[in-house]
């Protein structure tokens, strides 16, 4: 190996710090949230004054997504580069959580029809499978090696799986209730804890089948997948199960103490690479954009 190859630094080169030069990226997630705000509170204003129910769906789309698209940027631009193409990303968050909300009401629709009723373990093992549909499909068929797009990927389905299921709440929230107050509750608490659930969950779930392929203990690698995934679907039955605050509050705090750190842990390893010149600081887990040849 010498100095000049391309991607690996002279011992006394000057380093370049991710946390110096990425810093308006990282910061592009309270932009997205803000927006979001402002543009939900606008809308909502409008829709209050002109009562015209067309402006409704547009309500609905923004309160569903702010907050969950802000933890995707968040996830994403925080580090010294992207961790996985836009492209897979965008997938991962539409069809995700397209197919992972169809799956999921199939599958609970069926065991509702064998069962007379669905065990609150069943829906955790259930919507947490269903999310990871998209997510292992990428994993098999795009053969990642770079661990740190695991966390973004799970992310992205659960964002949007997350801003699907929200929109579904606050449409029935406007049947039953008929109140647009009722409405504006539900999308504020869905979208502030969506977070701390589906998207903690199924982040650290993908993140953890995402070390598999490069980890050189691929059984304990599994192990771990398999132990995180149900601890996830754990969590999302004790969840929905319980009727506690104190309860719920245990929960998303554990999630949003785990997301933190998986993404944490992600942009660590970037600064980590960038510090020492390594080739993988900006290249993308994924073969054809960038990222090592498989």
Known sequence: MTYGTPGFAAPNAPVA??????????????????????????????????????????????????????TLVFAEDGGAAPTAPVGIVVFAAIVGGVIGILAASILEYDTLRGLGSVPMIFVGLIEEAAKLIVPLALYLLWRPRDPRGGIVIGVASGMGFAALETMGYGFQALLSARSLAAVDDTLLLRALLS?????????????????????????????????????AAILHALWDASTSIAVHGVIAIIGVVVLLTFIRRAHRRQLRAVDFGYPDAGSSPFPGAGGRPI
């Open 195 to 231: 977070p701390a659930c589906h998207i903690a969950w199924t982040g650290m779930s993908v993140a953890m089948l995402w070390r598999i392929r490069t980890s050189p203990n691929k059984g304990r690698a599994v192990l771990a997948f398999v132990a995180t995934f149900l601890a």
């Open 17 to 70: 710090f991710a946390d110096e030069r990425s810093w308006p990226r990282r910061l592009l997630w309270l932009l997205v949230l803000v927006g979001g705000v402002v543009a939900y509170v606008v809308v909502l204003f409008a829709l209050v004054q002109t009562e015209n129910l067309n402006l409704f769906p547009a309500l609905l789309l923004i309160g569903s997504v702010t907050v969950p698209a802000a």
